[in-house]
T-cell receptor, first 112, second 117 residues
């Protein structure tokens, strides 16, 4: 089975712009979670989607949003980018009734 | 709120030796899962080993094993016969068991493991 894929791998944006990141889970996995990784805050949970519904949400401002499509692919969007949004964004998928999450390679977002 | 603490920001080990990485967590839940993830410089997070809280037996995966002490809320990772490819950032993670409806992982800050030849 192919692993979790994320696109793009690298992204440079300017403060105030918006960005959309994409994640394709492992085939058959319906749960997709997003995490932000920074040197200062470490790994922080953003949100989780299951069958096109957001099931859980972390403590991030409303500028961070996501969605999931019927094929389980997920996108996350960050509007009005701030310098502090520079981070590695990781996506993870999980199968039904499985407690393991499998991560993608991440998208490195740099905000200038 | 659950917290995960890794008290060793950095560790080093000689190739072929054994090293233990520490992790403690705080939770009021009785049913949960614990994980160790490895993140090499390539950044791909890889699941190393997992432990169900209801299991008393410590999990083992080849050269990797854990020492799970539920009462002490401790979950250490032992790497035996260390190899150069084991060099990476290691993260301890916790997940509450909510019957499949909560996939949120809470991570520790990580331990950077260096393997010396």
């Amino acid at each position: 089975k192919a692993g979790v894929t994320q696109t793009p791998r690298y992204l440079i944006k300017t403060r105030g712009q918006q960005v959309t990141l994409s994640c394709s889970p492992i085939s058959g996995h319906r749960s997709v979670s997003w995490y932000q990784q920074t040197p200062g805050q470490g790994l922080q949970f953003l949100f989780e989607y299951f069958s096109e519904t957001q099931r859980n949400k972390g403590n991030f401002p409303g500028r961070f949003s996501g969605r999931q499509f019927s094929n389980s692919r997920s996108e996350m969007n960050v509007s009005t980018l701030e310098l502090g949004d520079s981070a590695l964004y990781l996506c993870a998928s999980s199968g039904d009734n499985s407690y393991e999450q499998y991560f993608g390679p991440g998208t490195r977002l740099t905000v200038t | 709120a659950q917290t995960v603490t890794q008290s060793q920001p950095e560790m080093s080990v000689q190739e072929a030796e054994t090293v233990t990485l520490s992790c403690t967590y705080d939770t009021s839940e009785s049913d949960y899962y614990l994980f160790w993830y490895k993140q090499p410089p390539s950044r791909q997070m890889i699941l190393v080993i997992r432990q169900e809280a209801y299991k008393q037996q410590n999990a083992t995966e080849n050269r990797f094993s854990v020492n799970f002490q539920k009462a002490a809320k401790s979950f250490s990772l032992k790497i035996s016969d260390s190899q150069l490819g084991d060099a990476a950032m290691y993260f301890c993670a916790y997940r509450k068991n909510s019957g499949g409806s909560n996939y949120k992982l809470t991570f520790g800050k990580g331990t950077l493991l260096t393997v010396n030849p």
